[in-house]
């Protein structure tokens, strides 16, 4: 089950509260961060909108018996790894920078200094790769969601096997 991301940033058009985000506003996020509702929490790129993820979330999937798939950044996986050391990390990368511009100019909804801080924020998670147990390129969706299929069962196996 993919987790659903808390943000203090407004909805993009199409975007829909409960499905695509949870939309709070910046008292009702600092409230929930106040009293530990996020297992991970953080401002990106120095926007001033944060992002998070809620325990909720993680054990709506834990009540189902299913994997919780977290869609974080490095400052989020920073500080999950830290608290649950259990759990499973990825890190899902372009092939190269070059394309993950080109992904970001075509959606057509960041200004050109948002797209320069993405870059440069880009670069430096890059730097994080080998902490994570596992690394993905997604330059093919299918491949990409199977290779994490396969990681995801091959874990699994490992679980049942103990």
């Known amino acids: ?58 054990r709506r999937a834990a009540d189902l018996g299913a994997w919780c798939l977290l869609e974080i950044d490095v400052q989020g996986a920073k500080q999950v790894m830290e608290n649950y050391p259990g759990a499973l990390s990825i890190f899902l990368r372009t092939s190269s920078e070059d394309d993950y511009e080109r992904r970001l100019r075509s959606r057509g909804t960041e200004s050109e200094d948002v797209i320069q801080k993405r870059l440069k924020n880009a670069r430096e998670e890059l730097r994080w790769v080998d902490r994570y147990q596992y690394q993905v390129i997604n330059d093919n969706l299918d491949e990409a969601v199977q290779q994490i299929c396969r990681i995801l069962s091959e874990r699994e196996n490992s679980i049942h096997a103990r």
């Open 1 to 58: 089950i993919k987790s659903i991301s808390a943000t203090t940033r407004p909805p993009r058009k199409g975007e829909i509260d409960g499905e695509d985000y949870y939309f709070l506003s910046q008292e009702e996020f600092e409230s929930r961060r106040k009293h530990g509702d996020f297992i991970e929490c953080f401002e990106v790129h120095s926007s001033g909108n944060w992002y998070g993820t809620l325990r909720s979330e993680v």
